[in-house]
């Protein structure tokens, strides 16, 4: 190799010294990591299937007969989960971000809905979902509410615009404290009364702050909107039980599983991006 | 004739610390005042008191003979007319620079963009910033955000500015462009009240130059005497560090 | 009650001694204890398929049923053990606890690909489950009527098909997860008809549902692929063939309509839907 005999090369002249070793480093590395990541991969596919049991979970998991004739319906119930988390997602947003905006009052007048937000935070942030869901979805038009406002779908969506916003709310806070003082100070300065210092140098900010937090909260949302199948609607994971049942097979919750992941793996890829991302600038 | 800005006895205290300790002051109409003395003398303190930033204990700030400081006064009209400018800027970092300007003009006095954007381009240009215009902060030097800044401030119309060490946070061959711009305010009149730790600049420009120390004015006077000729034993030794 | 069971008992005495010999040999080393029989049952039991969710007491039909079944396998009472499991449970793979499984499982074609069903046991007309308000609104017996109802089932049952295939409703039937949720979204207005197999509605409106009322019935025998319930075993289990026997000796003797007739005697005049 000529570039080793060259001990001062000009930039131009091709590699440095440095950069020859670090590119022998990485190539070494990789090589490591591919010779390990081989050997496990190789160690599952031979291990697993020699476990006794292998060939019974292969034929109530992994059934290729069942999966081919649940599938095309296990996507078609996934646009119901997708149009409520559609709808859910706004009003999750709009809430949690009222919610937020009422911890952070100040004024003394407004102490009552200061404390609302508190309770408002802790009751909804200590409840399991699903227990939220049961009491609104069947509780509420219990009341006598007349159709269509007893219906599933309005107290479900409720439900979780209770739950998600307290944890949107939360974010959001934290999000506002992040704001350094002298960016209300600055605005104060000028002359801004508190309410436009909140709506134009306070939010904007706060809101891009937490949006890789916020990110993470919707991507369990999608996930938990299967919940409301416990007060009847027929969603993805509702039909996978449906279909679970008829063939005596659990390889539709296996395609559930494909359709979530299909859907949440680019959603948290994204945003861990945008939460690196943010790191870096920060630094 | 009665003094456009006048501290009569300002006290405020953080906690344990009483940071002024009863201040007299008097600024005229069109004067510039440079505030010297130590890092926690109180400067910064004492200017944030001046535009309600900060609540004073005691005393009162007298604007036009109207006493602005008195507890429970909404500080908001008053910060109008007393415009301030920080050490490290503050500006908005989510907005270009003409929004950051034009953000208060808009939201207090109702102007529209449109009206506003002539004279921003004016300013813009006046303090060599006529390109930067639809920068964002972190597009902008140092140098450059402070005289952002300082514009900003000065689209409210304020009848008083206030600087808080304004080329502290700057890197030293930035500091010129921005006390050239505060040369140009001097010359049209504008009156203003300067934390510093320029003394040159002071010396050349300022009308009356205050020695701070622990939280009281110990010695002011123009800055030819104060300079040269100080009376007091604590401000001849700060002199003696900064000069 | 204690009719029944004195008869039962009476039956075991009088029978084992004929029997014993051939059946008990039928399921001899087949159980997961030598001579004990292992029965899995819903948890909870639900009426009248077994009465106070207390399987060993013999009493309610699956009860009696498996009892019979027992009896002529050659298992005394004492030999049979009571276990519950989940329909998840009782599908999963991997060793089974129970040698039988009895909590109302629909046989299907689809399900017998995975687990092996006994030869049916009962033979049930599926029911309409509404409230007297519903059937005040006007809502009859009839497909049409039904069509424009808003319906529910539990997810987990083979009403769900009927449902789809012969009623054909006009909005998506909602699904809960057990008799319980169906009742709650009765009671808050939010289905008004669920589809169940005929003595769970019937009990279900008369003890559960709040002014609860029976529309109508899909008879068993008028419907092409008839709901019919079998033990579940494992795929492949050995005690198939035993199982069967015993069930078919039941039916042939009688004494299968006769618990029949003992525990969900009340099935008749509930209208058939046209």
């Known amino acids: 190799m000529s570039t080793q005999d060259r001990p001062a090369a000009s930039p131009a002249a091709g590699p440095t010294r440095r950069e020859v070793y670090e590119a022998g480093v990485r190539r070494r590395a990789n090589r490591i990591a591919l010779a390990s990541t081989i050997a496990v991969v190789l160690a599952l596919v031979i291990l697993i299937p020699l476990a006794p049991g292998w060939e019974d979970v292969k034929r109530a998991f992994f059934n290729g007969r069942v999966f081919a004739a649940t599938f095309p319906g296990l996507v078609e119930a996934f646009v119901l989960n997708v149009m409520i988390f559609a709808w859910s997602a706004p009003l999750i947003a709009l809430t949690g971000l009222g919610i937020a905006l009422c911890r952070d009052t100040r004024s003394p007048a407004l102490f009552p809905l200061r404390l609302f937000g508190v309770a408002y935070t802790d009751i909804f942030r200590g409840l399991p979902v699903v227990l939220v869901i049961y009491i609104i979805g069947f509780g509420v038009p219990g009341l006598g509410l007349p159709r269509p406002w007893n219906s599933p779908y309005i107290w479900g969506t409720l439900a979780l615009v209770l739950v998600y916003s307290a944890y949107v709310a939360e974010v959001l806070r934290s999000g506002i404290d992040s704001i350094h003082q002298s960016q209300r100070a600055a605005a104060a300065s000028l002359g801004l009364s508190e309410r436009d210092t909140m709506r134009y140098v306070v939010l904007p900010q706060a809101i891009r702050n937490v949006v890789p937090a916020n990110m993470n909260l919707f991507i369990a949302l999608q996930k938990d909107v299967a919940l409301l199948s416990f007060i009847g609607p027929v969603e993805i994971f509702r039909q996978a039980g449906v279909y679970k049942s008829l063939y005596a097979n659990f390889t539709p919750y296996v395609g559930a599983a494909l359709i979530f992941l299909a859907l949440t793996i680019p959603a948290t890829r994204y945003a861990d991006y945008l939460m690196n991302k943010q790191n870096r600038e920060r630094s | 004739m009665t003094a456009k800005l006048s501290l009569r006895g300002v006290r405020k205290r953080f906690g344990e610390v009483e940071v002024c300790k009863g201040i007299d002051l008097d600024v005229d109409e069109g004067e510039m005042v440079c505030l010297i003395g130590a890092s926690g003398s109180g400067k910064s303190t004492l200017l944030r008191c001046m535009n309600l930033l900060e609540p004073v204990d ?49 939201r207090v006095y109702g102007q529209s963009r449109e009206e506003l954007r002539p004279k921003l381009a004016e300013m813009f240009g006046r303090f060599g910033l006529g390109d930067r215009m639809d920068h964002y902060p972190d597009q902008l030097s140092g140098g450059q955000q402070q005289r952002v800044a300082i514009i900003r401030a000065l689209a409210m119309a304020p009848q008083i500015m206030l600087f808080d060490e304004i080329t502290s946070a700057l890197d030293p061959e930035l500091v010129g462009e921005v ?35 622990a939280g009281r004015i110990l010695e002011q006077g123009p800055p030819d005497a104060l300079f040269n000729a100080p009376r007091e034993d604590r401000t001849k030794a700060f002199l003696a560090r900064v000069l | 009650m204690k009719l029944i069971s004195t008869t039962a008992m009476a039956l075991a005495l009088l029978t084992s001694a004929a029997y014993a010999d ?253």
């Open chain 2, 58 to 106: 005691d005393g009162v700030i007298l604007l036009d003979g109207q006493d602005i400081s008195e507890p429970g006064l909404d500080p908001q009209p008053v910060r109008q007319k007393i415009g301030i400018v920080f050490q490290s800027y503050n500006l908005f970092p989510h907005m270009s620079a003409a929004e950051n300007v034009m953000l208060a003009p808009r």
């Open chain 2, 179 to 213: 006390l050239d711009v505060l040369r140009d305010l001097r010359g049209q009149g504008m009156t203003m009240v300067l934390a510093t730790h320029e003394m040159g600049f002071a010396r050349e420009l300022a009308d009356k130059v205050c020695f701070l120390d």
């Open chain 3, 22 to 274: 051939g059946h008990a040999a039928c399921a001899a080393g087949k159980t997961l204890t030598d001579g004990t029989l292992t029965i899995a049952t819903g948890n909870p039991a639900y009426y009248p398929w077994v009465m106070n969710d207390a399987p060993e007491s013999g009493e309610g039909f699956e009860a009696a049923v498996a009892y019979a079944i027992a009896d002529k396998m050659g298992f005394d009472a004492d030999s049979v053990t009571w276990v519950r499991t989940s329909f998840d449970e009782a599908i999963q793979p991997g060793a089974k606890n129970f040698d039988f499984n009895m909590q109302q499982y629909s046989i299907t074609p689809e399900r017998e690909e995975m687990v092996d069903f006994s030869l049916p046991y009962y033979t049930s007309a599926m029911a309409v489950l509404t409230t007297q308000g519903v059937v005040d609104a006007g809502a009859t017996a009839t497909l049409d009527s039904l069509k424009g109802l808003k319906w529910g089932a539990v997810a987990t049952t083979t009403g769900l098909p009927m449902l789809t295939n012969v009623i054909q409703p006009d909005s998506d039937p909602l699904l809960y997860n057990d008799n319980a949720d169906v009742n709650a979204a009765i009671m808050a207005g939010q289905i008004d008809a669920a589809l169940y197999d005929l003595p769970t509605a019937l009990y279900l409106s008369a003890v559960i549902v709040e002014n609860g009322a029976l529309l109508g019935q899909f008879p068993a025998e008028l419907s092409e692929t008839p709901d019919q319930f079998g033990l579940l075993m494992e795929e492949g289990s050995a005690l198939k063939e035993c199982v069967d026997a015993a069930i078919t000796a039941l039916t042939d003797s009688g004494a299968l309509a006769a618990i029949e007739a003992q525990w969900l005697a009340e099935a008749t005049g509930v209208p058939v839907v046209q």
